[in-house]
């Protein structure tokens, strides 16, 4: 079996983190989650995660701020990132913080999965050449 991931969700909606912590533990995953800027980037200082789920619309600090300051601060470590939104904005900036997946909210839960599975196994192939 492969190795427990540690996954960041990042969503201020309590609702939102709840139900994705939920999904990504029945996968295997720790799940970490923070409901602000603040909180997450307190979460990478004590253990930077192997992926992060993040959504783009945050009240005051918004997920596009959280990203830029995440590499600013680890950019020697590359983290996949999956990013969350309803707006339509989502894939620019995606596109201009190299971020390797977007998913539309409302999104399906089996989307997600195919998603973080892909990632995490793509960069476990990384990690080992």
Same mark, same amino acid.
């Given at each position: =079996?492969?190795?427990?991931?540690?996954?960041?969700?990042?969503? +201020?909606?309590?609702? *939102?983190?709840? =139900?994705?912590?939920?999904?990504?533990?029945?996968?295997? $995953?720790?799940? *970490? !989650?923070?409901?602000? *800027?603040?909180?997450?980037?307190?979460?990478?200082a004590v253990?930077?995660? +192997?992926?992060? *789920?993040?959504? /783009? =619309?945050?009240?005051?600090? +918004?997920?596009? =701020?959280?990203?830029?300051?995440?590499?600013?601060?680890?950019? $020697? &470590? %590359?983290?996949? #990132?999956?990013? /969350?939104?309803?707006?339509?904005? &989502?894939? +620019?900036?995606?596109? &201009?913080?190299?971020?390797?997946?977007?998913?539309?909210?409302?999104?399906? !839960?089996?989307?997600?999965?195919?998603? #973080?599975?892909?990632?995490t196994e793509? $960069? %476990?192939? #990384?990690?080992?050449?």
């Amino acid at each position: =079996m492969a190795e427990k991931k540690t996954i960041l969700v990042l969503d +201020d909606d309590p609702s *939102v983190r709840r =139900m994705l912590e939920v999904l990504l533990e029945q996968d295997g $995953h720790k799940v *970490v !989650a923070a409901g602000d *800027v603040r909180s997450a980037l307190a979460q990478c200082a004590v253990q930077l995660p +192997d992926l992060m *789920v993040v959504d /783009l =619309m945050l009240p005051i600090e +918004d997920g596009e =701020m959280f990203l830029r300051e995440f590499q600013r601060r680890w950019r $020697h &470590r %590359e983290v996949p #990132v999956v990013l /969350l939104s309803a707006s339509t904005a &989502r894939t +620019d900036i995606a596109r &201009r913080l190299e971020v390797e997946a977007t998913l539309a909210k409302p999104f399906f !839960a089996e989307d997600l999965r195919e998603l #973080v599975a892909s990632l995490t196994e793509d $960069h %476990e192939s #990384v990690a080992a050449s």
